[in-house]
Structures are given as C-alpha cells and as structure tokens.
C-alpha cells in the first residue's frame, strides 16, 4: 500500500468515487445530440475500456504498490482533473447539439470556431488526455500513467486523425485553413498573437 496517511487514503477514495460517477453520468447521460454519420465506432469502446483500464489501474495501484505517495503530485492531479473538465464542458457547450462521443459528422453540421476552437482544434480530445494523466497523478500511478501516453494518447492521436479526415471531407479548403491556423491539441503561439491584435 502507498505511504500516505489515512487521510490520503479517504480523500483518494474520495476523488475516484466522484471521477467514476462524473465520467459514467458523463458518457451515458442522454446528450440530446442531432445524429449524423459515424465512422471508427469501435474506437469509443476501446477508449471507454482504456479509461477502465487507466482507472482501474490507479486504484489497484494505490493500494498494492508500495512506495511513497507525494501529495505534491496529487495536487498537480487534482488540478488537471479540473482544467480538463473545465475544457470539456466548454467545448460542449460551444457545438451545442453537435457534440459526440463518436466521430460524427452532420448533415447540417457548423463550422464552429468559437470559444475555445480558436484556440485549439480539438479541445475536448485535450480534456480526455488531461484527464487521463491527471487521475494516476493523483493516486501515485506511475504504470497506469505509463499505459495513457503508451496506449491511451497514440489512440486519441488516431481517432483524432480520422475525425480530422471527415472534417476535410465535410468543409474542405476552410477547414484545412484552420488545420494551417490552430493547433490540434496545443495552441499555437500565432494564435494567441492574432487574438491580441484583435
């Protein structure tokens, strides 16, 4: 078991019962979304179990490797938990009815480059990574980390580039304007310069 106090201990039980309920609420809550063609459905279970995996991997983890358990790395978790979710229900709420869990592309589907798509292409995928880095953090996981920049990261990176594809597809030449313009998951300094002149 990890080196942490008993305190440690309830408020890391604590923080994994919240992101279990927040992350199943999440997933399957009816989102009231417009439907649209899907491609790469398979990718949404093999993430989903991922997420398992990762979680589940922190929990066993916590309580069956011996090591230290610095709180420091938790606070940086917890705070990452924070920001990626901060960043994922932003970016719901700026595609509205065309958010998705699958890669998805609508008949009537916008161009959205509002609130934080100016920034990045695709911040709810940069929330899903935060958040899968942020959770070991917090449990002292160092081989369920591992396992998100091994496995879970290279997932997103391709799952991403298929959506890009479709993306393409669907807007063409604007869209591969905003490929040149905004980075996919890290801001590019350009843009931080262009909103300034702005």
Same mark, same amino acid.
């Given at each position: 078991?990890?080196?942490?106090?008993?305190t440690d201990t309830v408020?890391?039980?604590?923080?994994?019962?919240?992101?279990?309920?927040?992350?199943?609420?999440?997933?399957?809550?009816?989102?009231?979304?417009?439907?649209?063609?899907?491609?790469?459905?398979?990718?949404?279970?093999?993430?989903?179990?991922?997420?398992?995996?990762?979680?589940g991997g922190t929990v066993?983890?916590?309580?069956?490797?011996?090591?230290?358990?610095?709180?420091?790395?938790?606070?940086?978790?917890?705070?990452?938990?924070?920001?990626?979710?901060?960043?994922?229900?932003?970016?719901?709420?700026?595609?509205?009815?065309?958010?998705?869990?699958?890669?998805?592309?609508?008949?009537?589907?916008?161009?959205?480059?509002?609130?934080?798509?100016?920034?990045?292409?695709?911040?709810?995928?940069?929330?899903?990574?935060?958040?899968?880095?942020?959770?070991?953090?917090?449990?002292?996981?160092?081989?369920? $980390?591992?396992?998100?920049?091994?496995?879970? #990261?290279?997932?997103? +990176?391709? %799952? &991403? *580039?298929?959506?890009?594809? !479709?993306?393409?597809?669907?807007?063409?030449? $604007?869209?591969?304007?905003?490929?040149?313009? #905004?980075?996919?998951? +890290?801001? %590019? &300094? *350009?843009?931080?310069?262009? !909103?300034?002149?702005?």
């Amino acid at each position: 078991m990890q080196g942490g106090s008993r305190t440690d201990t309830v408020l890391f039980v604590a923080f994994m019962c919240f992101v279990v309920v927040w992350r199943v609420w999440e997933t399957f809550r009816k989102q009231g979304a417009e439907r649209g063609r899907t491609s790469m459905a398979w990718s949404f279970y093999a993430l989903f179990a991922l997420s398992v995996v990762i979680f589940g991997g922190t929990v066993a983890e916590f309580f069956l490797v011996k090591r230290a358990y610095r709180v420091e790395w938790a606070l940086v978790g917890v705070l990452l938990f924070v920001a990626a979710n901060v960043i994922r229900i932003s970016a719901i709420r700026s595609l509205g009815r065309y958010w998705s869990l699958h890669v998805e592309v609508r008949e009537q589907h916008p161009f959205v480059r509002e609130g934080l798509y100016r920034y990045v292409r695709h911040p709810a995928y940069l929330s899903f990574v935060l958040e899968h880095i942020a959770v070991p953090l917090v449990g002292n996981a160092w081989w369920s $980390l591992a396992v998100t920049m091994v496995v879970y #990261v290279p997932m997103i +990176v391709l %799952r &991403l *580039s298929r959506e890009e594809a !479709a993306l393409v597809d669907k807007f063409g030449d $604007l869209y591969r304007a905003y490929q040149q313009q #905004v980075g996919a998951l +890290v801001p %590019r &300094l *350009s843009v931080f310069r262009r !909103a300034a002149d702005a």
